[in-house]
T-cell receptor
Framework: GENVEQHPSTLSVQEGDSAVIKCTYSDSASNYFPWYKQELGKGPQLIIDIRSNVGEKKDQRIAVTLNKTAKHFSLHITETQPEDSAVYFCAAPSGYSTLTFGKGTMLLVSP | DVKVTQSSRYLVKRTGEKVFLECVQDMDHENMFWYRQDPGLGLRLIYFSYDVKMKEKGDIPEGYSVSREKKERFSLILESASTNQTSMYLC???????????????FGPGTRLTVL
């Protein structure tokens, strides 16, 4: 099955800095890579995803890049704000409609 | 607005009790999932269902069972709760991909279960 590794497990940045979270996956056939954000007391929510036919996707301050050759993908957050503080999960498909999630990254943005 | 609801936010049970966790979605989704979330371990899939009365084991099904009698409702059952089942339980739903791609999963707020 799919194996997803996520780094770092915790990340502290100053407001306005950029943050990068990286994930690797094992199944070269994987074709969909979502990122979820979990705020305190809530369930995870999809913030951005990328499919294997593109190398980069942007949505305002967040972007995801995909390197299929190296089997890794990254989440980039620019101009971080305190409300970006949360746990972020990457994922990759692991079967029919199922996802394997990384272990999560706790991002703390200090004012 | 899409919604996945879970019956309880917090639950405290005794060892050996039978525990039911309920999940309801209002999006007419075919797929429903149960995960447990533990610090340092991320989200681990317990069971999922892609249709009414259908169920498939996930990565950690031991000690759990599920029931899906109606499309909108997916129940997680702990037949005899144990202390190592103390965790956050998250329910999610998604539509069938149709095109071979996975689709967005919508999560409920979670149930924090403590087994004493």
């Amino acid at each position: 099955g799919e194996n997803v590794e996520q780094h770092p497990s915790t990340l502290s940045v100053q407001e306005g800095d950029s943050a990068v979270i990286k994930c690797t996956y094992s199944d070269s056939a994987s074709n969909y890579f979502p990122w979820y954000k979990q705020e305190l007391g809530k369930g995870p929510q999809l913030i951005i995803d990328i499919r294997s036919n593109v190398g980069e996707k942007k949505d305002q301050r967040i972007a995801v890049t995909l390197n299929k050759t190296a089997k890794h993908f990254s989440l980039h957050i620019t101009e971080t704000q305190p409300e970006d503080s949360a746990v972020y999960f990457c994922a990759a498909p692991s079967g029919y409609s199922t996802l394997t999630f990384g272990k999560g990254t706790m991002l703390l943005v200090s004012p | 607005d899409v919604k996945v609801t879970q019956s309880s936010r917090y639950l405290v049970k005794r060892t050996g009790e039978k525990v039911f966790l309920e999940c309801v979605q209002d999006m007419d989704h075919e797929n429903m999932f149960w995960y447990r979330q533990d610090p340092g371990l991320g989200l681990r899939l317990i069971y999922f269902s892609y249709d009414v009365k259908m169920k498939e084991k996930g990565d950690i099904p031991e000690g759990y069972s599920v029931s899906r009698e109606k499309k909108e409702r997916f129940s997680l059952i702990l037949e005899s709760a144990s202390t190592n089942q103390t965790s956050m339980y998250l329910c999610a739903s998604s539509s069938s991909p149709g095109t071979g791609y996975s689709d967005e999963q919508f999560f409920g707020p979670g149930t924090r279960l403590t087994v004493l």
